[in-house]
């Protein structure tokens, strides 16, 4: 490919509602165009990296067995009702009516739509196992869509779905599909991790999510460098710090603590370890069919820790949801204003749940239930009876792993996400097969997704610099562009260029000749902006030597090669990248 017959049109500043790093490159290296909040138009350059990862996966899923179909974007909302995800799904599926007034989604996943397929197409156990993938544009009506691709309204999506006879090879089928998911990402050069993962709103039982490793990630992951064990943070396990409960040594005392709500300001005043603080959260949960039965909770974690609320949502007494308590529903239990909050003493009887290390705790502080004072030396069994116990907080750096080491934590970009759904949808929507005995069996089915879209994005977070954008050469919208120094003024500079062009496309690789008139300053901004691996100038100075520059995109300083040798050191380049 040739520029000037090309469309490039760089920008030299990003526009003001860009935050983060891909949405800003990829405006201003000409890759994606906003259309309207969160939806966006591919430019040539950015589609090219699309494809290429849409490529990589639908290899590797072909490889893995699965077969591919493509899925309307439009959906009927009958469906959706005969789900339940209708009422369940909230305001992010868009709902819309065609001119007889009958409902419709923008389909944000296709559960729905696959498993009427299967129910209409799988009738014998001898059909299966089958797999079903499409790659897809799907919609998500995001209340604040930010972050350009990593956040967007309108985005690319492989979603893939397996259908089997009994738990055993459904286990096997989400097998075959991780290890499909490791070898994309493998092939797509990037820093993920795979991680144990809460099921979310699709629902199912087992699940990982795929991370790319970036700072700007808004997911945190728990892992140990020294084993294989990692996990979203909404999953991992928080250990307990306290191997065993100390005795209880210092009285109950009411202390005075003028103007210090929060743990921070107690432990300040009291010149004690944050550590030695525990907080107090109120939750309330409501009867389904009497909403106005409502239960008080006290969740009590240790000062420095914080309330996970995935894991919290698991409890149980939680099934059906809960919320932060009112003001007038703490007063009413508690007889004091949020801050001065304790479980000792309270106006009304209230459920506790202490954290796992909360429970071992002795002669700690906590709120004494009137504003500006908190009890000191409070002690399990002397001060208040035994709690019920549960892990309710979130894993911290530097706590200890079970299986030996520390935990530490890390941010990701969710890219992927695998999850093992059972009969979730095939009970709700009927979808039978007869099993070996001629008796009818539910489909037991796997869920597996991809955000291609979002993966371009999560590669620039990952790989970039002040310069531009790096790509991994698996994605790179070229691996190799040539930049001629003098295009119009040299037949030399043109003839070796175009030599070096066409010996490059001979051995397959993807090449740009940027013979465009520009000078060379605009000419390297420009291809290191957009991110292309590998750089080969050609110029009369160069030649005189019988030379050429080439440059990896994160190399600081040019190779002088021989032009007779700079093909083959080009493909060699290439090959360690």
Not at 340 to 366: Q, R
């Amino acid at each position: 490919m040739h520029a000037s017959k090309y469309h490039i049109n760089t920008l030299k500043e990003a526009p003001t509602e860009a935050e983060v790093a891909s949405h800003q490159l990829m405006t201003r290296a000409g890759m994606v165009r906003k259309a309207a909040g969160g939806i966006y138009t591919y430019m040539p350059l950015g589609l090219k990296v699309l494809r290429k990862i849409e490529n990589i996966v639908r290899e590797e899923m072909d490889r893995a067995g699965a077969i591919e179909l493509l899925m309307p974007v439009v959906q009927p909302a009958e469906l959706w009702m005969e789900s339940g995800r209708w009422e369940q799904y909230g305001a992010e599926l868009l709902r819309i009516k065609d001119r007889h007034q009958r409902d419709f989604v923008l389909q944000p996943t296709s559960e729905e739509v696959i498993t009427d397929i299967a129910r209409n197409e799988i009738h014998s156990w001898r059909q299966l196992p089958l797999n079903f993938y499409h790659i897809q544009t799907k919609f998500r009506d995001e209340r604040r869509p930010r972050f350009g691709l990593m956040r967007g309204r309108e985005f690319t999506m492989k979603d893939a779905y397996s259908f089997d006879r009994d738990e055993d090879s459904a286990q096997a089928s989400y097998d075959a599909m991780f290890n499909a998911y490791m070898r994309i990402f493998e092939r797509l050069g990037l820093t993920f991790r795979a991680v144990a993962a809460d099921t979310g709103s699709i629902g199912g039982s087992r699940s990982h999510e795929f991370q790319v490793i970036a700072d700007t990630g808004e997911d945190l992951i728990v892992y140990n460098p020294d084993t294989q064990y990692a996990a979203n943070i909404e999953l991992a396990e928080a250990p307990c710090l306290i191997p065993e409960r100390g005795a209880a040594t210092e009285e109950l005392v009411k202390t005075p603590t003028p103007n210090a709500p929060k743990c921070e300001l107690v432990a300040e005043q009291l010149g004690k370890p944050l550590s030695d603080t525990v907080k107090s959260i109120v939750l309330a949960t409501e009867n389904p069919d009497e909403p106005s039965q409502v239960t008080i909770w006290l969740l009590l974690l240790r000062g420095d820790h914080e309330l996970n609320e995935i894991k919290t949502g698991k409890l149980e007494g939680f099934e059906n949801g809960y919320r932060f308590a009112t003001e007038a529903e703490i007063l009413d239990t508690f007889g004091c204003i949020p801050g001065y909050l304790g479980p000792v003493n309270t106006v009304k009887p209230v459920t506790v749940i202490a954290d796992h290390t909360v429970a071992n705790m002795s002669n700690f502080i906590c709120g004494a239930n009137t504003e500006d004072f908190h009890y000191t030396g409070v002690n399990w069994g002397r001060d208040l009876p035994e709690p019920k116990v549960a892990d309710l907080r979130n894993v911290v750096a530097g706590d200890p792993d079970p299986q030996g080491g520390q935990l530490a934590i890390q941010r990701g970009i969710e890219v992927g996400h695998v999850f093992f759904l059972g009969d979730k949808y095939s009970k709700a929507l009927n979808a039978t097969f007869l099993g070996t005995d001629g008796k009818p069996a539910l489909l037991q089915m796997g869920c597996y997704g991809i955000g291609i879209s979002r993966i371009a994005a999560a590669a620039i977070e990952q790989c970039h610099d002040e310069k531009g954008i790096i790509w991994p050469k698996s994605i790179a919208p070229f691996q190799v562009v040539i930049c001629p120094m003098g295009w119009s003024k040299s037949e030399t500079v043109r003839n070796t260029a175009e030599q070096l062009y066409q010996s490059l496309q001979t051995q397959g690789v993807e090449v740009m000749l940027d013979d465009r008139d520009v000078r060379p300053g605009i000419m390297f901004a420009d291809w290191e902006l957009i991110g292309v691996p590998l750089r080969i100038t050609v110029g009369d100075r160069g030649l005189k030597d019988g030379i050429v520059e080439i440059q990896t995109r994160r190399q600081e300083t040019a190779d002088k090669i021989a032009v007779s040798d700079a093909a083959v050191y080009a493909l060699e380049q290439l090959s360690a990248l």
